[in-house]
């Protein structure tokens, strides 16, 4: 079994000047559950080599056991720093996707030409797709017969919320939560910050950082389930 996990790699945080990236947790803790699942893992993003980490994911106060053993682990940082180009995946390569979060996807997945084939390519096969937190996003401009993938389903992400309270609101190219409402996804959430994950057939979906580990844990349920059927 293959998993692709998808990162950004835009560092720049709208017109503020400061910096971003995906969310360490986001990364280390589903990788850490895939690969002690004994899964094969291939990692991506839009330039290949080093996706940036959001400096702020990396803050003491945000400090998981996962990113505690991703920063001892060799193969994972060499995995990481080695990521392929997108544009060169190819969904039959692979038994599905994972899109981690962070805000940097805002700004260079959620309108990626080759973001949206490889998803599309991925549902119509009959394979899981997968994102957590601000990843989500990354399905608003992504259509399954003829209609958005998200439409009519049940999915989360980033609440409104938790960007509030960030104080990014008015940054960030869209508000997740409102997005995905309006392409027509039934939008649940728990209370900010609290682990929540989300399955509906084939579309796995996590809140936020703290939903990261629950999200990969229903992505392997869904692939045991297929795998079984």
Not at 21 to 44: H, I
Not at 163 to 169: I, N, P, Q, S
Not at 190 to 206: E, K, N
Request: proline share 6%.
């Amino acid at each position: 079994m293959n998993i692709l996990m998808v990162l950004t790699s835009h560092d720049q945080l709208g017109d503020t000047g400061r910096k971003t990236g995906f969310w360490l947790e986001e990364f280390a803790a589903p990788y850490f559950v895939f690969r002690d699942a004994g899964v094969d893992l291939t990692l991506a993003s839009p330039k290949g080599g080093q996706p940036p980490i959001d400096p702020k994911s990396d803050l003491p106060e945000n400090q998981t056991e996962a990113m505690a053993r991703f920063k001892q682990d060799e193969a994972a940082k060499k995995a990481l720093g080695n990521t392929s180009k997108l544009a060169d995946m190819r969904a039959q390569n692979h038994d599905t996707v994972f899109y981690v979060g962070g805000h940097g996807p805002m700004w260079d997945l959620v309108d990626n030409q080759d973001s949206i084939r490889l998803i599309e390519s991925f549902y119509d096969s009959g394979k899981p797709v997968a994102a957590v937190c601000h990843s989500p996003a990354v399905f608003h401009r992504v259509v399954h017969h003829g209609a958005p993938l998200v439409k009519g389903k049940r999915v989360t992400g980033f609440t409104n919320g938790e960007e509030e309270a960030v104080h990014l609101t008015r940054v960030v190219p869209f508000l997740v939560e409102d997005e995905l409402k309006r392409v027509g996804g039934l939008y649940e959430k728990a209370p900010d910050w609290q682990s929540f994950a989300l399955v509906d057939g084939r579309l796995v979906t996590g809140q936020n950082p703290a939903s990261s580990t629950a999200a990969a844990r229903s992505l392997l349920k869904v692939l045991e389930q297929q795998a079984s059927a």
